[in-house]
């Protein structure tokens, strides 16, 4: 609930108090962080099933100081969803894979898909 606090912060330029509300999610993570590392070395089977889980947390956990860190994790459930800059004033940024659509000419007939991954700027436009 924290950190959609501090986006409607921030959204009503309420900066100070957007970050100290992300100050307090991260604290909370750090914590619960923490209390699974301790419940893991205390039972090693359990290292296993939090391995993954912990990765993810601890990268969020490092992003959060780093603004401009690379390869971030933007969503828990799909890791591999990229920021894509639009450049426009009501929607800056769009969450993500770039993906491109050839139709033919005279119907809807779709040929060939691809996504692309990465940088915007590497994909080709048509």
Known sequence: MGKYLANRFMAARHMKKGRAMIRKVRNYLGRVMRDIERGCAATPQLRGLFEVELAKAKKIYAQTLNAKAHDKIYSWHAPEVECIAKGK?????????????????KSNFIAGMMAHHGKPEACPRA
């Open 89 to 105: 004033a009501h929607k800056r940024y769009e969450f993500g894979c770039m993906a491109s659509i050839a139709s033919t000419n």
